[in-house]
């Protein structure tokens, strides 16, 4: 929504977008936190709206994923945020890539990573 070009060129050619639901409660706690709060649940409905938009639960197989994770990054030394976790185990789930600013996640083996320019987000 920020109108990065890059950004906006990605995700119009998407085909499928996959949203975890971690990723949902992330925004909702930034709209509560911010002072354009009805207009931004607006903007995410209309989003979620799209036919090519899927929210992506988590469910017991994401939750077993996000366990293999936390001990594959325990045992390479490499933590990420908890939250970052449950968004890779669900991409996992679901066997897509990750699109992010935070380079973190190329910590992650089991997903790729479309790894965005951090300077422009």
Not at 67 to 88: C, F, H, M, S, Y
Not at 111 to 117: E, K, P
């Amino acid at each position: 929504m920020r109108g990065d070009p890059g950004v906006v060129e990605l995700v119009d050619g998407a085909e499928w977008i996959g949203l975890p639901a971690v990723v949902l409660g992330e925004l909702h706690s930034g709209f509560r936190a911010g002072s354009h709060r009805r207009r931004n649940e607006k903007e995410l409905a209309r989003f979620l709206g799209h036919p090519a938009v899927e929210e992506l639960p988590v469910d017991h197989d994401v939750a077993r994923i996000y366990a293999e994770i936390v001990d594959a990054l325990r045992a390479k030394g490499t933590p990420i945020p908890t939250n970052d976790i449950w968004i890779a185990a669900t991409a996992a789930r679901a066997g897509a890539a990750v699109v992010a600013f935070d380079s973190h996640f190329s910590a992650v083996d089991r997903i790729g990573v479309v790894l965005l320019d951090p300077a422009r987000g």
